[in-house]
């Protein structure tokens, strides 16, 4: 199935931060809440929940500069992302946090058919060097901060972070501010020290690494992708841990991930409406038209030629 992309203004954040409540938004595709809540004038805390029922892409137009460190912790399932000042597209896996500084907002994140449950604390840049500073540790992240250089660093999560990131995602009432203040400030000296420790040396799970070069293969290649053993022996690894990877952290196939990558590329091309619906199966990698068009009605449920007719009205003028 092509992935169905929705629009995320981030400017809800800040909306949800005034209202002190949940945004929440239910498409057919999909359903999920944004809470946010400013701590105190330094640190917010995100908490975003989802339930996908198909591949949805959630498209960040912001382009506004950004000085700001997001501390993100995931509790759900695996998460695909680009943001557009980091050098390639990353994965979130499942129970792993992050520590992540880009200057812009801008990017996309990509989810399979599956719940998510992320937490984010965003801080100033400032706050981040002075807690560095302080405690002597991570020599290199300090000097990419002041330099102002994107990068993420990224590490299972433990169970005392999971515990007080639980009680923070708690809402914030008069009876418990005091506290949600004294923790937050806790968790980040925390999540710093478990992070930059060890001479501040950027640690990865090798699950994510191994998709990351998994999926940039496949989405280059997805016309005529390489069979699992090529991929596997591209990437590092054995054919069964390559499918557990997929399995695991997108509850997905490397086949059913092929089709994804062809559908929404054959959607993009056909709502162009330039271009015959033979020309956009061998695009997509198809040199039968008829199979084309029956991996299309499998997975979007109509014929291309349907597709392309809907489109074509939606955009008739009156």
Same mark, same amino acid.
């Given at each position: 199935m092509a992935y169905y992309t929705l629009p995320f203004n981030l400017d809800l954040m800040e909306e949800s931060i005034q209202t002190n409540g949940n945004m929440v938004f239910?498409?057919?595709?999909?359903?999920?809440?944004?809470?946010?809540?400013?701590?105190?004038?330094? !640190? $917010?805390?995100? @908490?975003?929940?989802g339930n996908f029922y198909a591949p949805t892409q959630l498209d960040t137009p912001d382009k506004t500069e950004y000085d700001a460190?997001?501390?993100?912790l995931n509790l759900g399932n695996a998460v695909y992302y680009q943001?557009?000042?980091?050098?390639?597209?990353?994965?979130?896996p499942s129970h792993s946090i992050a520590l992540c500084y880009s200057n812009t907002r801008t990017g996309l994140c990509r989810y399979q058919p599956?719940?998510?449950l992320l937490f984010a604390l965003q801080i100033p840049r400032s706050l981040l060097l002075e807690y560095i500073d302080i405690m002597q540790i991570g020599e290199k992240t300090k000097r990419r901060l002041e330099r102002r250089e994107p990068f993420i660093i990224m590490k299972p999560a433990?169970?005392?972070?999971?515990?007080?990131?639980?009680?923070?995602?708690?809402?914030?009432?008069?009876?418990?501010?005091?506290?949600?203040?004294?923790?937050?400030?806790?968790?980040?000296?925390? !999540? $710093?020290?478990? @992070?930059?420790?060890?001479?501040?040396?950027?640690?990865?799970?090798d699950s994510s690494e191994g998709l990351e070069k998994a999926i940039a293969i496949?989405?280059?290649?997805?016309?005529?992708?390489?069979?699992?053993?090529?991929?596997?022996?591209?990437?590092?690894?054995?054919?069964?841990?390559?499918?557990?990877?997929?399995?695991?952290?997108?509850?997905?196939?490397?086949?059913?991930?092929?089709?994804?990558?062809?559908?929404?590329?054959?959607?993009?091309?056909?709502s162009v409406g330039a271009f015959p619906i033979c020309h956009v199966a061998q695009e997509v990698g198809y040199s039968n038209p008829g199979?084309?068009?029956?991996?299309?009605?499998?997975?979007?449920?109509?014929?291309?030629?349907?597709y392309l007719s809907s489109n074509q009205n939606q955009h008739a003028l009156p």
């Open positions: 239910e498409h057919t595709n999909c359903e999920f809440s944004l809470r946010c809540n400013r701590l105190n004038k330094e !640190v $917010t805390l995100s @908490l975003f929940k460190i997001t501390i993100m943001i557009d000042s980091l050098n390639s597209p990353k994965i979130f599956q719940a998510s433990n169970a005392p972070l999971c515990r007080i990131a639980s009680k923070l995602s708690e809402p914030m009432s008069q009876s418990n501010a005091s506290i949600h203040q004294h923790l937050s400030y806790s968790f980040i000296s925390d !999540v $710093t020290r478990y @992070l930059l420790e060890n001479n501040g040396r950027s640690h990865r799970i496949l989405d280059k290649e997805f016309m005529l992708p390489p069979t699992i053993t090529q991929l596997s022996r591209r990437v590092g690894t054995n054919e069964t841990s390559l499918k557990q990877w997929f399995r695991k952290e997108f509850n997905t196939t490397i086949h059913q991930y092929v089709i994804q990558q062809r559908m929404t590329k054959a959607v993009e091309l056909l199979h084309f068009a029956a991996a299309f009605k499998k997975e979007l449920g109509c014929k291309p030629s349907g």
